[in-house]
Structure formats: C-alpha cells, structure tokens
C-alpha cells in the first residue's frame, strides 16, 4: 500500500508497527504528503520506508495537484492508497480512475459527522455514542461505503480533545484490521455499499 497523511502519523505508525510485528502481511511502498514537515513523513523516513512531499503552491489547480501527488504514489505500484490522516479533497477524476483502491480513515460513526472537528460536532449534536469508520474514497467527500467501524461512547465531561484520544485509540487498531481484510482480498467495494466475501454487508463492526 502506499500511505496518504497530512500530520502527526499515529494511523501510518500503527500499520507500521503492524507490519514489523509481523500482524500484518503488507508493505508500505511510500509515503506521500502535501506537507513537507508533516511528521508521518519523519516516521516513514526513520522505518526506511520512501517518503515524499509535493507542495499544493506549485500546482496551478487541485486537480494538477492532486494528479501529480497520485502520479508518484502510482509510481510505487500500490495494490492499496490508504489516507490516514489525509487531509486534502481529492480530485473526483483520481478517485474515479481507481475505482475500490482508495481508502480513509475518518473520525466519526459515517454518515454521521463528515468533514471537520467531528469530536466537536459529535458533543454540539448530544451523541451517546462516536467513533471512527474507514471507508472507500470516491468523488462524495467522506460518503463512500464505509467498510467498518469501531465505537466508544461520549462520556460525561468530554471535550473535543478527550473524545478524539478516546477514538484515536481504537482508529489505530481499525485501521489495522480493515487493511488485513483488504489485504486477504475479502472486501470488495459494490455498486451501493460494500461486498464480504462476494456478498452485499454492512459495515463490518470491529472491537
Ligand atoms: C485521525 O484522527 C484521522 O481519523 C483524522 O485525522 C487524524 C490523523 O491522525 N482524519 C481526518 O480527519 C480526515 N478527514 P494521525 O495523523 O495521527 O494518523
């Protein structure tokens, strides 16, 4: 797989370690950024893993943009592009062009809370309940068919930044799980959803 991340880089570490653990029968073929100080990049460059930036400024469009980032994450020969932390629209016409190849990690119970500052969104909408999900990107931002989820309740007394630690310890191991599925070739993205071993699912509920 290659990796997508904008910033710190917890998700892309997770499925490093993952990988080194042994838990995880995949490779990371680089790591593509469009924030050269983003620390995933670090992360990657320190496992030995080919980690590169490409700065939004020197494009003319997103579009070019976005073609260009893709272009030299193609160049790696990726089976997967998982976004983990990838925090750019991405062009409908990418997307289109790899049909179930693109995933991303969002913090929130899709179709809930899509875009940004979920955590807040979850405690300004009273929810009981929150979470993360992981889901095929396609040209409807955070609206591709979620693959699977994990949940933690809102609790009293939480504040934006206690629910996001509370769902970014259970992102990490989501994120695992559903790259393990996509690696055994048993998640297949469908016309309306997603396919599990070549039959229409729900979201597959993870711990
Ligand atoms: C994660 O919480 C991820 O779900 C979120 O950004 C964080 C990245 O953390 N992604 C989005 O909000 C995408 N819209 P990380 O860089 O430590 O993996």
């Known amino acids: 797989m290659a990796v997508l991340a904008s910033g710190r880089g917890s998700n892309l570490q997770a499925l490093m370690d993952a990988i080194a653990e042994g838990t995880l029968e995949a490779d990371i073929v680089g790591v593509f950024s469009d924030r050269s100080k983003a620390v995933a990049l670090q992360r990657a460059r320190d496992a030995g893993i080919p980690a590169r930036s490409l700065a939004p400024k020197a494009f003319a469009s997103r579009a070019e943009f976005d073609a260009a980032l893709f272009a030299a994450a193609d160049e790696a020969r990726p089976d997967l592009i998982v976004c983990a932390g990838y925090m750019r629209l991405i062009d409908a016409a990418v997307v289109d062009a790899r049909p179930g190849r693109i995933i991303n990690i969002h913090p929130s119970l899709l179709p809930e809370f899509k875009g940004l500052h979920t955590h807040q969104q979850a405690l300004d909408a009273a929810a009981t309940e929150h979470g993360a999900s992981v889901h095929f990107v396609t040209a409807d931002l955070d609206g591709g068919p979620v693959i699977a989820q994990a ?48 039959v229409a699912s729900p979201p597959l509920q993870l711990a």
Not at 169 to 185: D, F, I, K, Q, S
């Open 151 to 198: 949940r933690v309740p809102v609790l009293p007394g939480d504040d934006a930044d206690t629910l996001a630690a509370r769902v970014l310890e259970r992102e990490h191991p989501l994120l695992v799980e559903t790259v393990r599925w996509l690696a055994a070739g048993r998640i297949a993205l469908a016309e309306d959803g997603i396919q599990v071993d070549g």
